[in-house]
């Protein structure tokens, strides 16, 4: 176990229960204060840490990072650097942060390099490449089969053999907090023959996570499962918004398009690799039994528990989701192992999302299309109101976080409020 990963420490900055951001999970992100430049911060309780402050006044001279890395818009080059010294810089942070830290007074330097998350503004924290968007979810798959083609027989043949997935817009991936214009398309209205132009009727939310992509490879070198989480830098809370009425039109034969790429949300802090190691779980057993270049072995699931919230213009926010990060059938080792194995190459900063997270019960599903059963099952909202989608002036909320031995780490939140034309 590495040093900041364990339970036992504490911070003298203080961290109020529930919180995300204990001194265990130091996550990654890019934050500018007002009239302020970008720059590398960490999460520490409700306060964001500027790391350029810190590496200004030497706490990271032995580590030979060149300081403009800690000044950057993005986190590209930070991880460029490797895992070797990100680690390092976590640990560091984790010493600097702890309550044992006796070389300077904390009292001394903290106004100048702690700031509340309230007063800051986080910003996109990975300059995305590529981004591809898995349909890793075995519940997700079903049941949207079920729903649109066969309730006895939802998965295509490929399914159980690998991880199915789309290529994705890198360039409409917003923070969290960026408003989503609900999108405008043709439609093929239900007993129509003929399609028509309009807005959306049908906004989604989809709940996922994504891993951002640290190392890159060369054009034709595959990724080896065993060596697979060796490029993952960290993960973020990912919204894949749909436009469902869009995409049913649209999908055949090439797979989604207008219906997806008009935006995604992230949460700003990446939370490592490493900061979830406490949160390894076994996957579901797969079976038919897959081809060897997508054997995994150990834990390569997480358990991290999901949340979906939906807060209206002017009500009271409901909690429509409850979901896990562990139900994943494919596993990221799986998800990379495959999308590299015919030589595809990576970029530092490239994404993969996981697909929608669905659990077994009803209310785990990751989807209004799944929550709400493609409209058949409206869900009551606080005020009264129902939702079979998302309406304009809706905020849909995703939080994750793994808790054990008594240790919160968290994603904090991907939040968008969806704007009528
Ligand atoms: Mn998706």
Request: proline residues 9%; aromatic residues 10%; hydrophobic residues 40%.
């Amino acid at each position: 176990m590495t040093r900041a990963n364990d339970p036992a420490l504490r911070s003298w900055v203080d961290v109020p229960p529930g919180c995300d951001f204990p001194i265990q999970n130091l996550p990654f992100g890019i934050m500018r204060r007002a009239g302020g430049s970008p720059r590398l911060a960490t999460a520490i309780g409700r306060q964001a840490a500027d790391l350029q402050v810190l590496a200004e006044h030497g706490f990271f001279d032995d580590l030979g990072i060149p300081l403009e890395v800690f000044a950057q818009p993005y986190l590209n080059d930070f991880m460029a650097l490797g895992k070797a010294k990100t680690s390092a810089v976590r640990n560091r942070l984790s010493h600097i942060l702890d309550t044992d830290f006796e070389e300077w007074d904390a009292g001394e330097l903290a106004p100048f390099f702690l700031f509340p998350q309230s007063e800051v503004e986080m910003l996109m924290p990975v300059r995305v490449g590529d981004y591809t968007d898995f349909y890793s979810s075995l519940e997700h798959a079903s049941n949207v089969g079920s729903m649109f083609r066969d309730p006895q027989n939802p998965l295509l043949p490929n399914w159980r053999h690998l991880p199915v997935a789309y290529h994705g817009r890198a360039s409409s991936i917003v923070v969290s907090g960026t408003p989503i214009r609900r999108p405008s398309g043709q439609t093929l209205p239900p007993g129509a023959d003929q399609p028509v132009f309009g807005p959306s009727a049908r906004m989604d939310f989809e709940l996922e996570m994504a891993f951002v992509v640290g190392k890159p490879t060369e054009l034709g070198q595959p990724i080896g499962i065993g060596e697979a989480e060796d490029y993952i830098f960290g993960l973020v809370l990912f919204n894949d918004w749909s436009a469902r009425d869009i995409q049913q039109w649209e999908y055949v034969p090439l797979g989604p398009f207008l219906g997806k790429n008009f935006g995604s949300t992230v949460s700003p802090w990446v939370v490592t690799l490493e900061a979830l190691e406490p949160f390894r779980t076994p996957g579901p057993v797969q079976e038919p039994e897959v081809l060897p270049y997508l054997k995994s072995e150990g834990n390569k699931n997480f358990d991290l528990h999901l949340e979906v919230w939906i807060q209206p213009e002017a009500g009271e926010a409901a909690r429509v989701c409850r979901s896990n990060f562990k139900y994943m059938y494919w596993n990221m080792a799986q998800q990379l192992a495959h999308h590299a194995v015919n030589g595809c190459n990576f970029n530092i900063g490239d994404v993969c999302a996981s697909g929608t997270i669905s659990g077994p019960e009803e209310g785990s599903y990751g989807s209004m299309l799944e929550l709400a059963w493609r409209g058949t099952k409206p869900l009551p909202m606080p005020d009264g109101s129902t939702r079979s989608f998302i309406n304009d002036g809706d905020t849909v909320i995703l939080r994750g976080w793994g808790e054990r031995n008594g240790v919160r780490v968290g994603f904090g939140e991907a939040s968008g409020k969806v704007l009528g034309l």
